[in-house]
T-cell receptor, first 113, second 113 residues
Framework: RKEVEQDPGPFNVPEGATVAFNCTYS??????FFWYRQDCRKEPKLLMS???SGNEDGRFTAQLNRASQYISLLIRDSKLSDSATYLC??????????????FGAGTRLTVKP | DGGITQSPKYLFRKEGQNVTLSCEQN?????MYWYRQDPGQGLRLIYY???????QKGDIAEGYSVSREKKESFPLTVTSAQKNPTAFYLC????????????FGPGTRLTVT
């Protein structure tokens, strides 16, 4: 089983739609969680951190469910510019080892007019 | 502006040649990382460094080498021993605490023929 799993998609949605991505992780010791956005042939950029209480940034909402070991990203009122690949990243905090970030393979989103 | 720079953006080499990819950061981050990304796949860790003059192998270190002589710089050499070097190479950095997110450079796309 992969440490971080995402539905690869692609998700093809019309402008204005609401779309949700899920990501599951296997290590219960995971302590911090992030969503990154990666445009085609570009570097990943941090979209938002995911907090235990859930957090919202404009049209984007991230949720964490520790009991079921998954995080989610909800995008409301999709824009054409939201088209990208969304990477789920899980961080297993270890004071002795900085090699602890695990990346999902990404979920591809295409928003169409 | 603080950030991570990678050069060159595109690099072409003949098989059998070593090539060095540059990565520089002025974020005052202690930890630096090199990842490889192949089409449709997630990021795979090649090497990472937590402090100057120290570095550790990641999941796919064979055929690669690194150095960390300065805090700001973490160059990656792709040697002729790397069987399939054509890929998108991403450098990242972050603060020492493992709870923080990583920041990525713009990447170098290496093509070996």
């Amino acid at each position: 089983r992969k440490e971080v799993e995402q539905d690869p998609g692609p998700f093809n949605v019309p402008e204005g739609a609401t779309v949700a991505f899920n990501c599951t992780y296997s290590n219960s010791a995971s302590q911090s969680f992030f969503w990154y956005r990666q445009d085609c042939r570009k570097e990943p950029k941090l979209l938002m951190s995911v907090y235990s209480s859930g957090n919202e940034d404009g049209r984007f909402t991230a949720q964490l469910n520790r009991a079921s070991q998954y995080i989610s990203l909800l995008i409301r009122d999709s824009k054409l510019s939201d088209s990208a690949t969304y990477l789920c990243v899980v961080n297993i905090a270890n004071p002795f080892n900085n090699n602890d970030m695990r990346f999902g393979a990404g979920t591809r989103l295409t928003v169409k007019p | 502006d603080g950030g991570i720079t990678q050069s060159p953006k595109y690099l072409f080499r003949k098989e059998g040649q070593n090539v060095t990819l540059s990565c520089e950061q002025n974020l005052n981050h202690d930890a630096m990382y090199w990842y490889r990304q192949d089409p449709g796949q997630g990021l795979r860790l090649i090497y990472y460094s937590q402090i100057v003059n120290d570095f550790q192998k990641g999941d796919i270190a064979e055929g690669y080498s690194v150095s960390r002589e300065k805090k700001e710089s973490f160059p990656l050499t792709v040697t002729s021993a790397q069987k399939n070097p054509t890929a998108f190479y991403l450098c990242a950095s972050r603060k020492t605490s493992s709870l923080y997110e990583q920041y990525f450079g713009p990447g170098t796309r290496l093509t070996v023929t």
